[in-house]
């Protein structure tokens, strides 16, 4: 790889290497040290192909959730089967995994810049900013820079477009599968809300069970399928339909409560 090598983005990837390597060792503790991060599914990457393939996952904080998800890519593709372990997976890390994010929280301090730089793909928000709820027409360079994106390598996404739970998934995520038919493989994530502050940057509590389940990809008729029904098998993926919304009964609260006592790790020494 020549030392001034850029991707599509203009982005000098021996500077992106060495960004994703000093975050991955700076952050690594967040994951296996502080917390624990149980994974499921990590077979499931290493049977993807190099590119067009989209990520689809609820969200839990700003910048934790995507962390997490670029240590279990590639320690995946390193061999690991469901674990983070031995940190050397990070020296040669994929370069083409790229993420979606809200041009507003890319701007908000320098680190979030520096983050960006590793592979944000930003797009300005159509329905929010500055906090307010707007109305705005999509930015037609955004869908873009994605299908850019999807050509060169894999993509995450967070459909919904909040780290709130049980918000709509938004349609944009169905008009880019359907006109770019990628791979679509789901993940569940859990545990980083209770972790971590709402951006992700600040240990919120330690000793917490977190959890990633990659979900085998959606079969998609990408041909006759419409928007509302991609969307709906979008929020059935990724846990958010309104059908994984209940009325829960006292003897169920007490079962999750126990549940969530075991979901606290606790480090042998």
Do not use: C
């Amino acid at each position: 790889m020549g030392l001034f090598r850029r991707n599509p983005f203009g982005h000098i990837l021996f500077l992106k290497k060495w960004l994703i390597r000093i975050f991955g060792i700076i952050t690594h503790k967040r994951y296996r040290g502080f917390n624990e991060l149980k994974i499921d599914g990590s077979e499931i990457i290493r049977a993807l192909p190099d590119r067009n393939v989209l990520f689809i996952s609820n969200h839990q904080t700003y910048f934790a959730d995507v962390v997490a998800m670029f240590h279990v890519f590639n320690a995946s593709l390193k061999g690991r089967a469901d674990n983070i372990k031995n940190i050397g997976y990070i020296w040669q890390p994929k370069l083409n995994i790229y993420y979606v994010a809200a041009s507003e929280t890319m701007r908000e301090g320098l680190l979030p810049r520096i983050l960006a730089y590793a592979g944000a793909i930003t797009v300005e928000r159509t329905w929010r900013a500055k906090g307010k709820d707007i109305q705005r027409e999509v930015n037609l360079n955004d869908t873009e820079n994605i299908k850019v994106a999807l050509s060169d390598g894999w993509v995450i996404t967070f459909p919904q477009g909040t780290t709130k739970s049980f918000k709509p998934v938004r349609k944009g995520t169905a008009h880019i599968i359907k006109q770019h038919k990628p791979i679509v493989v789901p993940i569940v994530i859990d545990g980083f809300r209770r972790a971590f502050d709402k951006k992700g940057l600040r240990i919120k509590k330690k000793n917490i069970l977190q959890s990633m389940v990659i979900k085998e990809p959606l079969q998609i008729d990408y041909d006759n399928e419409s928007i509302d029904e991609i969307v709906e098998k979008i929020e059935i993926a990724i846990e958010q339909h309104s059908s994984f919304l209940k009325v829960v009964s006292a003897e169920e609260i007490n079962e999750k409560e126990e549940l969530n006592k075991l979901r606290h790790w606790r480090k042998n020494y």
